[in-house]
């Protein structure tokens, strides 16, 4: 007798969700339209990745929105972007709302790529962002502990993918007030247990690294997929690639999330 049964376990051999990948539009009308919201004065590394890595991953479209900063620095090979006011000390600042909510109605999806800097205007202007926009988010790097002071309200947002390590999955309970404690020394299968139980609370879909898996959860049900590659997390390339597949996939979360880890 199977003790998980929510937990379904994932391999490069077996994919859960071959569906998915078979259904990726060929045309790049019908493949949906990304939005990335990111950097800073210092960095927009993540960002420019972002963009290429999602073109090159299946998006039909892809616009960046970085602080105004940057215009000298920006790569002609970003082709598709838009520059949003700064902070004194170079991340998006509060009259940069209007371009977040413009960049969000032209996309099918957005992507809180990071780099967005510590600054407490920025972390005002995200969390404005995320309450008004009400369409498929997903927040990973330090996007995620730049909407910290607030964690209901991405912990409780539908339509939400959250790229998370484990440190700020952490948080996320602790600051939620999650009855759960979470521990680095954790078997895999506890904290698969502890993201069912989550999720079936929250709607948040969540995506985690423990253990060399990846863990995805969403409305009690959870995927897990060997992973070796750590810094492809941190750098915000797994979010981008799920962000990506979300693009076409946006009633099947845990599916389009779990199969772009797959590929």
Not at 71 to 92: C, D, H, N, R, W
Not at 122 to 139: C, H, P
Not at 221 to 236: D, R, Y
Request: hydrophobic share 45%; no cysteine.
């Amino acid at each position: 007798m199977d003790l998980h049964p929510y937990w379904r376990k994932q391999t490069p051999e077996t994919p859960l969700f071959p569906d998915i990948e078979w259904n990726k539009p060929e045309q790049r009308a019908q493949a949906g339209r990304l939005g990335i919201i990111g950097g800073n004065k210092l960095g927009f590394v993540g960002a420019g990745d972002a963009y290429m890595l999602s073109l090159s991953a299946g998006a039909g479209e892809v616009r960046v929105l970085l602080p105004d900063v940057l215009k000298k620095t920006v790569p002609s090979s970003i082709t598709e972007v838009v520059f949003g006011a700064t902070t004194p000390s170079g991340s998006l600042g509060r009259d940069a709302l209007g371009d977040m909510k413009a960049v969000a109605e032209w996309s099918t999806g957005v992507l809180l790529i990071g780099d967005a800097g510590r600054n407490s205007e920025t972390a005002i202007v995200y969390e404005d962002f995320v309450r008004e926009y009400s369409g498929q988010l997903t927040i990973t790097r330090d996007a995620i502990d730049l909407l910290r002071s607030n964690p209901e309200l991405i912990a409780e947002r539908p339509n939400t993918l959250l790229v998370m390590s484990f440190a700020q999955l952490q948080k996320l309970f602790q600051s939620v007030y999650y009855p759960k404690m979470l521990t680095f020394s954790m078997q895999l299968a506890q904290v698969v247990e502890a993201l069912h139980k989550f999720t079936i609370t929250y709607p948040a879909t969540l995506m985690v690294f423990h253990q060399n898996n990846l863990i995805v959860a969403h409305n009690g049900i959870v995927t897990t997929t060997p992973w070796e590659n750590p810094m492809a997390v941190w750098k915000g390339s797994v979010a981008t690639q799920a962000a990506t597949y979300l693009l076409w996939s946006q009633t099947k979360p845990l599916e389009a999330v779990t199969a772009s880890l797959a590929v």
